[in-house]
C-alpha cells in the first residue's frame, strides 16, 4: 500500500514519492523517496515525505495535486500554498533552500479534508509538466528550471523575500493570459479563452492580458506595462537571475510583444482593443466561458492614436533590447515593428480615445500624446543610438511618461536639464508628497500603491544614474517595504501578513468546475476560491485605511499596470542586494 506514483523530477533536482497511502509498515515508511501517512482520523491525516535531491540545488518547488480535495496543508519544512482546492504547491524555507547532490529532507505535513475517504495523491506538477499521474508510472523531465547554487538571494538578511515576490508577481501574469495556453502554464486554474479573438478581416487577435479583473484587452495600459517590465529586465537583471526568474520574466514580455506583432497588420493599422468595456463589465465569470461578443478596435491613418502607437513603439523597443542577447532575429523583428509605429504615431497626430472610443472611459490619456512620442524616441534610441530619435525624445503610470521619459534621457545623455527635473521629483517624493499616517505615498486614490510603485522605480532607476543614490534607494526601499507588509499587512496577494483575500477579479473569484460562478461571487463575504498569487491590490486610501472586500473595485482592483512598477522596483532592491547596496537603515 506504498509508493504506487514514485517519480523522478530532475527539474529540481530530487526525487520524490507521488502518492499517499494509508498508514503502511514503519519500513516502508522509512524508504527514500516514499510518502506515506503515519497517523488519520477522520477529517485529517498526518505523513512524512522524504525528498532526495540529486544534484545540487538552490530551490525547489513541488506541486501535489490530492483526490478528492483536501481542506488544508500546513508542513514547518516549506511553504504550503493553495493553487487549487486539490492542490498544494511547496516551497522551500530560506534555511532549507540550498541543497547539496545526494542530501535529504525529511517534510512533516498534516492534512485536513471534510469527511472520508482519505485524499490521495493523484499527481505532481512542476513547471507546468505533469510528472506523474497516478497508478505505478514512473516519469521523467529534463528541463532544469532550478538556478545554480551559486546563486543566492540572502533573503535571510532581508526585510522580506524579494525572490519569492518576483515569482509571485510573475504568477499574476500568467493568470491574466488570454488566448491558447501553452503547456507550460502554471496557474492551474486558468484554461484557454478568447480563441475567437479577430479583427476586421480575420486576422488573428489571439493572446496578450487581460487587464484587471475584467476580460477586454487594453492596448494602452498593456504597452505601458510592457515597457515598464522590460525597463525592470534590463536594468535590473542580475535581481531577476538572484530569483531564478529571469526565463519567467521574459516569457512575460513576450507574451505582450508576439500579440502586439500580430495586432500591427500594416505600417498604419493597429488593433489597440479587443473587447468592448460596457459589455464585459456586465458579465461576472469565468474568462474561459465567455460568449458575449468582443468586437476588434484599431487606429489607422485617417483615425489615428499616438498615445497608442507610441507606447506600443516604446514596449517593441524596449523588449527588443531584452530580448537581443537571446533571439537577435526576433529582436529585429520586435525593433522593425517599433519603428514603424513611432513613425505612424509621429506622423498622423491625434488622440487615440477618438477613435476607438470605447476606450474614453477607462483608458483615456489625460496629459496628451506628446509624452509618448518623447517616451518612445527615448526608447528607441536606446536601441538604436540613431540621433535623431534622441532629438525627438528631447523636443508614469500608464498614461504620464513625463517623469519616466527624463529618467531614461538622464540614463542616455547625462544632460543635467534632466537631471535637475528628476531630482526635484524625487525630492518632493521624499519630504513633500502626501503621505498615509503609515507613511505610503498617497499621490492618487484609484489604485494608490500603483503610484507609490511606480514612483519607486523611477527613483531606482534614479539612483541608478548617480542621482542622490542614498536617497533614492532608502525611499524605494522604504515604499516597497511598506506594501510588503511594513504598513502593518500586506497588499500582495498571496505573500507576507495578513494578505489580501478577496481581490477584484472575476476569474479568482469563481469556484472550481462545474460550480457555476455568476454575480453572486461579486458580493460574497468569502476569500477567492482560487488564489491570485501576486496581484498588488489597489490599497490604502489617504487616511490609511483598507477594506478586504471584493466589491470596492478602488480598494481591491488588480491591474497588470499596477503590478509593472512594482515588479520592477522590487527586482531593483534585489538588484542592489546582489550588487551590495542594499541601504542598511
Known amino acids: 500500500m506504498t509508493n504506487p506514483c514514485s517519480v523522478t523530477i530532475r527539474s529540481l533536482l530530487l526525487i520524490l514519492s507521488a502518492t499517499l497511502a494509508p498508514p503502511a509498515a514503519a519500513a516502508d515508511r522509512q524508504r527514500s523517496g516514499v510518502a506515506n501517512y503515519t497517523t488519520t482520523w477522520s477529517v485529517g491525516a498526518s505523513g512524512k515525505l522524504t525528498v532526495v535531491f540529486l544534484q545540487t540545488a538552490a530551490r525547489w518547488t513541488v506541486r501535489v495535486k490530492f483526490s478528492p480535495a483536501v481542506t488544508s496543508m500546513v508542513t514547518s519544512v516549506a511553504t504550503a500554498e493553495r493553487q487549487l482546492a486539490t492542490t498544494y504547491e511547496l516551497t522551500n524555507k530560506g534555511y532549507n533552500a540550498a541543497q547539496s547532490a545526494g542530501s535529504s529532507l525529511v517534510i512533516d505535513f498534516r492534512v485536513g479534508f471534510a ?45 522580506y523575500n524579494y525572490a519569492v515576490v518576483l515569482r509571485k508577481s510573475l504568477l499574476f501574469y500568467e493568470a491574466q493570459r488570454s488566448g491558447p495556453l501553452p503547456a507550460d502554464n502554471r496557474v492551474l486554474w486558468r484554461g484557454d479563452s478568447a480563441l475567437g479573438d479577430s479583427g476586421d478581416d480575420g486576422e488573428d487577435l489571439t493572446g496578450g492580458y487581460y487587464d484587471a479583473g475584467d476580460h477586454v484587452k487594453f492596448g494602452f495600459p498593456m504597452a505601458g506595462m510592457t515597457t515598464v517590465l522590460a525597463w525592470g529586465a534590463l536594468d535590473f537583471a542580475d535581481g531577476y537571475a538572484a530569483a531564478g526568474q529571469t526565463g519567467y520574466v521574459l516569457d512575460a514580455i513576450r507574451w505582450a510583444t508576439d500579440y502586439f506583432v500580430k495586432c500591427h497588420v500594416a505600417p498604419t493599422i493597429f488593433y489597440g482593443q479587443v473587447g468592448n468595456g460596457s459589455i464585459d463589465h456586465d458579465w461576472w465569470g469565468r474568462p474561459e466561458e465567455m460568449a458575449m461578443p468582443r468586437p476588434a478596435h484599431k487606429i489607422t491613418a485617417s483615425t489615428p492614436g499616438s498615445e497608442l502607437a507610441g507606447e506600443t513603439a516604446a514596449a517593441l523597443a524596449a523588449a527588443s533590447l531584452v530580448f537581443r542577447p537571446s533571439d537577435l532575429n526576433y529582436a529585429d523583428t520586435l525593433l522593425a515593428h517599433a519603428r ?42 536606446r536601441a538604436t543610438q540613431e540621433a535623431s530619435f534622441l532629438t525627438r525624445a528631447s523636443g508614469f503610470s500608464w498614461d504620464d511618461k513625463r517623469a519616466g521619459a527624463q529618467v531614461l534621457l538622464y540614463q542616455l545623455t547625462g544632460d543635467a536639464q534632466h537631471g535637475v527635473l528628476v531630482n526635484e521629483f524625487c525630492d518632493w517624493l521624499a519630504s513633500g508628497a502626501p503621505r498615509t499616517p503609515q507613511e505610503q505615498l498617497f499621490l492618487q486614490p484609484w489604485g494608490s500603491l500603483r503610484h507609490t510603485a511606480n514612483a519607486a522605480l523611477i527613483c531606482l532607476e534614479a539612483a541608478e544614474a548617480g542621482l542622490n543614490p542614498a536617497q533614492n534607494r532608502q525611499l524605494a526601499k522604504e515604499q516597497i517595504n511598506l506594501i510588503l507588509g511594513d504598513a502593518g499587512r500586506s497588499y500582495v496577494v498571496g505573500f507576507g501578513f495578513n494578505p489580501p483575500l478577496r481581490p477584484h477579479h472575476r476569474a479568482s473569484s469563481c469556484p472550481d468546475p462545474p460550480a457555476v460562478c455568476g454575480w453572486p461571487q461579486l458580493s460574497s463575504p468569502d476569500p477567492n ?27 481591491n482592483e488588480v491591474a497588470t499596470d499596477y503590478n509593472s512598477g512594482f515588479q520592477s522596483a522590487v527586482a531593483g532592491l534585489l538588484s542592489l542586494h546582489v550588487r551590495g547596496l542594499y541601504p542598511a537603515s
Do not use: M
Not at 521523467?140 to 540572502?154: D, P, V
Not at 480615445?353 to 528607441?380: P, Q, V
Not at 476560491?529 to 480598494?555: C, F, I, N, T
Open 529 to 555: 476560491p482560487q488564489v491570485l498569487h501576486g496581484a498588488l491590490v489597489g490599497g490604502p486610501d489617504a487616511k490609511g485605511e483598507y477594506q478586504d472586500v471584493r466589491s470596492d473595485y478602488v480598494k
Open 340 to 381: 514603424q509605429l513611432y513613425s505612424f504615431a509621429d506622423t498622423h497626430r491625434g488622440e487615440y480615445h477618438k477613435s476607438i472610443t470605447d476606450a474614453e472611459n477607462f483608458y483615456k490619456s489625460w496629459s496628451g500624446y506628446g509624452d509618448e512620442l518623447a517616451w518612445a524616441a527615448a526608447w528607441l534610441y
Open 115 to 159: 469527511s472520508a475517504p482519505v485524499p490521495q495523491v493523484v499527481s505532481v506538477v512542476t513547471s507546468g509538466a505533469e510528472l506523474c499521474s497516478g497508478g505505478s508510472t514512473t516519469a521523467t523531465t529534463t528541463t532544469t528550471t532550478t538556478t545554480a547554487a551559486t546563486t543566492t538571494t540572502g533573503s535571510s538578511s532581508l526585510p
